[in-house]
């Protein structure tokens, strides 16, 4: 049996990313970015008179906070591995994404629940009718919440991060949010506030999706899901083409946060002594994570060749 532990490497080392720099940038797009806009949003609602608006600059506010859960979250997955996690630290970010997840559930929840209070007190005619700068407030934090979704989305998709690609979907909840209120301003400047309850409710369903989308993902991780049929057929056939390999019994896969686990389960030639057949573990141990940057750990089992089947074999371990 060979089994090797991958040393965890600097993301910059290999792809030429500052990892440190790019979550700098995006925790300081965000927390600046939300401060600002919160500020800007709360005295538009105030001075506009637009209690949707005074709302959503809450829901912006929350936003700072839920970047410095997913910064905490990404800082401590990227611990090296020591005496009491051995495995690393990857699962941080799990939990950092959980924690998000949940946030924006109570984000919808409160969402919604306001929005069938007013539909169900029936007082619209005393609801006031909200100024311009509500509407201008509205616009802008569609266009910036929208720009800051695609900013953190882009960076955490080359980082890997499933808790900054949490805030991403925060910030465009953000910005359905925003676009509730938008209607809400627009429809009460026409003569209809119950459009503003109307656009909570919908907005609350998509703030639901979102959070269920990401609950899913970082539960998914925590619990060794398989990495998926897509990924071990790649896996599979780059070591079924590496020349020292005649048969393939089986490969494991399974996800440890953001990171892949694999057990393999090789047969080669049977008459190699033991020094060469730890040499053809140690290559191909060491092609795979050279191609398979995922891959943070490896098992790999040697088993002598069954001469009578020796064709390409999948079977159980």
């Given at each position: 049996m060979k089994a090797k532990?991958?040393?965890?490497?600097?993301?910059?080392?290999?792809?030429?990313?500052?990892?440190?720099?790019?979550?700098?940038?995006?925790?300081?797009v965000s927390v600046l970015g939300n401060a600002i806009l919160s500020i800007f949003k709360f005295v538009a609602g105030i001075i506009g008179g637009s209690s949707a608006m005074v709302s959503d600059a809450i829901h912006s506010f929350s936003d700072v906070l839920t970047t410095i859960i997913a910064v905490f979250g990404?800082?401590?997955?990227?611990?090296?591995?020591?005496?009491?996690?051995?495995?690393?630290?990857?699962r941080f970010e799990c939990v950092a994404s959980l924690i998000l997840g949940i946030i924006l559930l109570v984000t919808g929840i409160g969402i919604g629940k306001a929005g069938?209070?007013?539909?169900?007190?029936?007082?619209?005619?005393?609801?006031?009718?909200?100024?311009i700068i509500a509407l201008i407030a509205a616009i802008i934090s569609i266009i910036t919440k929208e720009g800051m979704y695609w900013y953190t989305r882009y960076y955490a998709k080359?980082?890997?991060?499933?808790?900054?690609?949490?805030?991403?979907?925060?910030?465009?909840s953000d910005a359905l949010s925003s676009i509730g209120s938008l209607i809400g301003v627009v429809g009460a400047m026409l003569g209809l506030p119950i459009m503003d309850c109307i656009a909570s409710l919908v907005i609350c369903l998509f703030i639901f999706?979102?959070?269920?989308?990401?609950?899913?993902?970082?539960?998914?991780?925590?619990?060794?899901?398989?990495?998926?049929?897509?990924?071990?057929?790649?896996l599979t056939e780059y070591v079924a083409q590496l020349e020292e390999i005649v048969q393939i019994d089986k490969i494991h896969s399974r996800r440890f946060g953001n990171k892949a686990?694999?057990?393999?389960?090789?047969?080669?030639?049977?008459?190699?002594?033991?020094?060469?057949?730890?040499?053809?573990?140690?290559?191909?141990?060491?092609?795979?994570?050279?191609?398979?940057?995922?891959?943070?750990?490896?098992?790999?089992?040697?088993?002598?060749?069954?001469?009578?089947?020796?064709?390409?074999i999948e079977g159980e371990m």
């Open positions: 532990r991958k040393t965890i490497k600097n993301v910059s080392d290999e792809r030429g990313i500052n990892e440190k720099s790019i979550i700098l940038r995006i925790s300081l990404v800082r401590l997955s990227k611990k090296e591995a020591d005496k009491s996690h051995p495995y690393g630290h990857e069938i209070e007013n539909i169900a007190s029936g007082n619209y005619k005393t609801m006031a009718t909200p100024g080359i980082i890997k991060s499933p808790a900054f690609m949490a805030d991403a979907w925060h910030h465009r999706k979102v959070s269920y989308d990401i609950l899913k993902d970082a539960i998914s991780k925590m619990l060794d899901t398989s990495c998926g049929e897509k990924f071990e057929k790649e686990y694999i057990d393999m389960v090789l047969r080669i030639d049977g008459e190699l002594s033991l020094r060469e057949a730890d040499d053809i573990a140690e290559r191909i141990h060491s092609k795979v994570e050279a191609h398979f940057s995922d891959i943070k750990h490896i098992s790999i089992q040697l088993k002598p060749l069954d001469k009578e089947t020796p064709e390409l």
